[in-house]
T-cell receptor, first 115, second 110 residues
């Protein structure tokens, strides 16, 4: 597609449920990133994929968070046993990885609300 | 560790220039970016500059980089009401993740 696509755009769920967030990067972009934006913490890096592997998972806040990427394209971020502090906007970005510094292009995010 | 700071608010009159400032701490930063975020939307890439450059101009946008002081600024000429948004600076150096500032809310008044 023309840009990074994320779904759903909004998700409301009860505490303790599992959620899956999807990201479809720009076609041909080999690098994919997940960030979280919340009022108290600003924009935080979660995880980075190059192809299907994740060289940097350092931002995942707990073992309840996991992500995978298949076929070098779509990625899903899964949050298990959601807590209220997981409420945030989850942003996905992609970039072409021909050299360092390629800019990251963001989707519109998934707004997650935990009741 | 890396830290990026911005002032929280800026208010300007339509037609004036806006200058949004940013300081960063990571001396290994190789690229610095400016993103714009409108309500309910993701981050829109505005421009970026390589750390060996002092200035970059792109239409109404001018980026100035003082590497010695680790200071980055974004100047928007002839600011319009459509420029009202939150502006984030970000640095990318060690590794591939971006470290973002807190964001500056720009309000353009008539």
């Amino acid at each position: 597609g023309a840009g990074v696509s994320q779904s759903p755009s909004n998700k409301v769920t009860e505490k303790g449920k599992d959620v899956e967030l999807r990201c479809d990067p720009i076609s041909g972009h080999t690098a994919l990133y997940w960030y979280r934006q919340s009022l108290g913490q600003g924009l935080e890096f979660l995880i980075y994929f190059q192809g299907n592997s994740a060289p940097d998972k350092s931002g995942l806040p707990s073992d309840r968070f996991s992500a995978e990427r298949t076929g070098g394209s779509v990625s899903t971020l899964t949050i298990q046993r959601t807590q209220q502090e997981d409420s945030a906007v989850y942003l996905c970005a992609s970039s072409s990885w021909t050299s360092r510094g390629q800019p990251q292009h963001f989707g519109d995010g998934t707004r997650l609300s935990i009741l | 560790g890396e830290d990026v700071e911005q002032s929280l608010f800026l208010s300007v009159r339509e037609g004036d220039s806006s200058v949004i400032n940013c300081t960063y701490t990571d001396s290994s930063s190789t690229y610095l970016y400016w993103y714009k975020q409108e309500p309910g939307a993701g981050l829109q890439l505005l421009t970026y500059i390589f750390s060996n450059m002092d200035m970059k101009q792109d239409q109404r946008l001018t980026v100035l980089l003082n590497k010695k002081d680790k200071h980055l600024s974004l100047r928007i000429a002839d600011t319009q009401t459509g420029d009202s948004a939150i502006y984030f600076c970000a640095e990318g150096g060690g590794g591939n993740k971006l470290t973002f500032g807190t964001g500056t809310q720009l309000k353009v008044e008539l």
